[in-house]
């Protein structure tokens, strides 16, 4: 039976690999060899700014008809490589030589901010000395605030009558092969934190959520009150799962989620109105309170206590630049969040050109959490232009090309992660709109999308998952467990393993 199956799974794999080799239009390599630099091999003069004692010189050269040539200290030249974001990757590779021993020359990369101004920690240099060419390279990640990147050649400490020669510089994005975006979340449902479960069981689910790359646990621990309460009883469970699932994956972060859904509430006469209660200052230290205790003051499980990361607030129905949320959140950055790393916001996203969350709103609010999730589904039916797959995946281009550059704007540490969906159609019953069909709204399309705003510039963190027990196929009762697999397959391939 068992060698049968080995050989099932043998059988498989090589089908798989060999369709894969036989029908993909591209070979399956991400390598693109894309080269930042202007006339990296000096041989048309474009590009380069002559610090002084720089010239082309057809005396040594590695490639060509010339290399750059550097006679005097502290000379050289250097250009600048425009649209450079923080937290990537880049390999800078170059040849030099010396006409003299006890000459040197530098190749370097520096990264600027986005008034041209040197970041301290954020250089590269390779170092050359030898009278015969040699190849180097280094690999550096841009630093926070990073908008463009100078590479340059430089001589610090001439000899007298010393050259140094440089020549095929090249400064190439680092391409990624297999774990490229590893810092995802999954949108865990209540049932496993409001009463305790068997710790093999809590060691099952954090493998699974390893094995799809998850780091941020988003634990819904319960609904809020219209006076920003929670019941204890609704997260019973939270303490045994923290024990057993740091013990089985301490670089799993477990987030506290505090969901809202009364942010409207109805008048006397059926009329939606805003709650005003929320915002307000007993609101507010109502939420702190249940704050403190999670992260803080932690909570008792077999005589000891045990804390949660951090927290997520999902506040909803969302209201356009809500300024009471803005004062929910910096209330709780002020108290029981100050020095926080893990506090986070659930925001919406719209097809539309009016937008709930304005390009000034998520600059404010990106300026008080650590991370945005925009919740990027829900967004069909009536007159909705989200009718297809295309269209969804150019919905998650805009819209986080928009909130990434609201964020970076806001020049903090924020980090942008938006949730892709993963649960059954979803229809307003008395009507039968459908605003959630996963035909149009899918991890695929998601991912493409996602990839295509990254590639044009925004600054991704990573993605979530919503919701998890769906995706993951938690509930064999309600549909086989085989349901989800193509999404897991298109979350791994097209998300996870993208570069
Ligand atoms: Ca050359």
Same mark, same amino acid.
Request: include cysteine; proline fraction near 5%.
């Given at each position: 039976?068992?060698?049968?199956?080995?050989?099932?799974?043998?059988? =498989?794999?090589?089908?798989?690999?060999?369709?894969?080799?036989?029908?993909?239009?591209?070979?399956?390599?991400?390598?693109?060899?894309?080269?930042?630099? =202007?006339?990296?091999?000096?041989?048309?003069?474009?590009?380069?700014?002559?610090?002084?004692?720089?010239?082309?010189?057809?005396? #040594?050269?590695?490639?060509?008809?010339?290399?750059?040539?550097?006679?005097?200290?502290?000379?050289?030249?250097?250009?600048?490589?425009?649209? +450079?974001? %923080?937290?990537?990757?880049?390999?800078?590779?170059?040849?030099?030589?010396?006409?003299?021993?006890?000459?040197?020359?530098?190749?370097?990369?520096?990264?600027?901010?986005?008034?041209?101004?040197?970041?301290?920690?954020?250089?590269?240099?390779?170092?050359?000395?030898? $009278?015969?060419?040699?190849?180097?390279?280094?690999?550096?990640?841009?630093?926070?605030?990073?908008?463009?990147?100078?590479?340059?050649?430089?001589?610090?400490?001439?000899?007298?009558?010393?050259?140094?020669?440089?020549?095929?510089?090249?400064?190439?994005?680092?391409?990624?092969?297999?774990?490229?975006?590893?810092?995802?979340?999954?949108?865990?449902?209540?049932?496993?934190?409001?009463? %305790?479960?068997? %710790?093999?069981?809590?060691?099952?689910?954090?493998?699974?959520?390893?094995?799809?790359?998850?780091?941020?646990?988003?634990?819904?621990?319960?609904? =809020?009150?219209?006076?920003?309460?929670?019941?204890?009883?609704?997260?019973?469970?939270? #303490?045994?799962?923290?024990?057993?699932?740091?013990?089985?994956?301490?670089?799993?972060?477990?987030?506290?989620?505090?969901?809202?859904?009364?942010?409207?509430?109805?008048?006397?006469?059926?009329?939606?109105?805003?709650?005003?209660?929320?915002?307000?200052?007993?609101?507010?230290?109502?939420?702190?309170?249940?704050?403190?205790?999670?992260?803080?003051?932690?909570?008792?499980?077999?005589?000891?206590?045990?804390?949660?990361?951090?927290?997520?607030?999902?506040?909803?129905?969302?209201? $356009?630049?809500?300024?009471?949320?803005?004062?929910?959140?910096?209330?709780?950055?002020?108290? +029981?969040?100050?020095?926080?790393?893990?506090?986070?916001? +659930?925001?919406?996203?719209?097809?539309?050109?009016?937008?709930?969350?304005?390009?000034?709103?998520?600059?404010?609010?990106?300026?008080?959490?650590?991370?945005?999730?925009?919740?990027?589904?829900?967004?069909?039916?009536?007159?909705?232009?989200?009718?297809?797959?295309?269209?969804?995946?150019?919905?998650?281009? $805009?819209?986080?090309?928009?909130?990434?550059?609201?964020?970076?704007? #806001?020049?903090?540490?924020?980090?942008?992660?938006?949730?892709?969906?993963?649960?059954?159609?979803?229809?307003?019953?008395?009507?039968?709109?459908?605003?959630?069909?996963?035909?149009?709204?899918?991890?695929?399309? #998601?991912?493409?999308?996602?990839?295509?705003?990254?590639?044009?510039?925004?600054?991704?963190?990573? +993605?979530?998952?919503?919701?998890?027990?769906?995706?993951?196929?938690?509930?064999?009762?309600?549909?086989?467990?085989?349901?989800?697999?193509?999404?897991?397959?298109?979350?791994?391939?097209?998300?996870?393993?993208?570069?």
């Amino acid at each position: 039976m068992f060698a049968n199956q080995l050989y099932r799974c043998a059988f =498989l794999f090589l089908t798989i690999t060999l369709c894969r080799f036989l029908f993909s239009p591209f070979p399956i390599s991400y390598a693109i060899d894309e080269n930042l630099i =202007l006339d990296p091999g000096f041989e048309t003069k474009q590009g380069w700014n002559n610090w002084g004692g720089f010239y082309m010189s057809p005396a #040594a050269k590695n490639s060509g008809s010339f290399a750059a040539a550097v006679d005097q200290a502290e000379g050289g030249a250097g250009q600048i490589i425009d649209a +450079a974001v %923080p937290g990537k990757t880049y390999i800078l590779k170059g040849n030099g030589s010396v006409n003299r021993i006890g000459q040197e020359g530098i190749i370097g990369a520096e990264c600027l901010d986005k008034n041209g101004k040197r970041i301290p920690g954020g250089r590269v240099t390779l170092t050359f000395k030898s $009278t015969s060419f040699e190849e180097k390279s280094a690999s550096f990640t841009t630093v926070p605030d990073t908008a463009h990147i100078q590479v340059y050649v430089y001589v610090y400490q001439a000899i007298a009558g010393g050259v140094s020669y440089f020549d095929d510089i090249s400064l190439v994005p680092a391409s990624c092969t297999y774990d490229c975006h590893t810092n995802n979340a999954a949108f865990l449902p209540n049932d496993w934190f409001a009463e %305790p479960q068997a %710790p093999a069981e809590i060691e099952v689910r954090v493998k699974q959520l390893s094995q799809m790359r998850i780091r941020y646990q988003m634990a819904d621990v319960g609904m =809020l009150t219209e006076w920003g309460m929670l019941d204890a009883r609704s997260y019973a469970g939270l #303490a045994q799962w923290l024990k057993y699932s740091k013990e089985a994956a301490p670089d799993q972060v477990v987030i506290a989620v505090l969901n809202f859904n009364q942010r409207l509430t109805k008048d006397e006469n059926g009329n939606e109105q805003p709650n005003t209660l929320f915002g307000k200052e007993t609101f507010n230290q109502n939420v702190n309170q249940i704050v403190q205790k999670l992260v803080h003051e932690g909570i008792f499980w077999d005589g000891k206590l045990y804390r949660v990361d951090g927290v997520h607030l999902d506040m909803e129905p969302f209201l $356009t630049d809500d300024r009471e949320l803005e004062n929910t959140l910096r209330y709780l950055r002020e108290h +029981a969040l100050s020095g926080n790393r893990y506090f986070s916001v +659930a925001a919406p996203v719209q097809y539309g050109g009016e937008k709930q969350w304005s390009y000034e709103y998520i600059q404010r609010i990106a300026s008080i959490v650590n991370q945005i999730n925009p919740m990027v589904y829900d967004q069909m039916g009536w007159d909705s232009p989200i009718d297809s797959p295309y269209a969804y995946q150019t919905l998650w281009t $805009t819209e986080m090309k928009r909130y990434s550059d609201a964020i970076l704007s #806001a020049k903090g540490n924020c980090q942008l992660l938006p949730i892709m969906p993963a649960y059954e159609r979803r229809t307003v019953e008395e009507i039968g709109v459908v605003y959630h069909d996963p035909y149009v709204e899918n991890i695929y399309s #998601a991912a493409k999308g996602l990839v295509n705003a990254s590639q044009a510039g925004a600054n991704i963190h990573g +993605a979530g998952i919503f919701w998890w027990a769906t995706f993951i196929g938690d509930y064999p009762e309600l549909y086989p467990r085989t349901y989800y697999l193509l999404d897991q397959e298109h979350w791994m391939k097209e998300w996870v393993h993208h570069s």
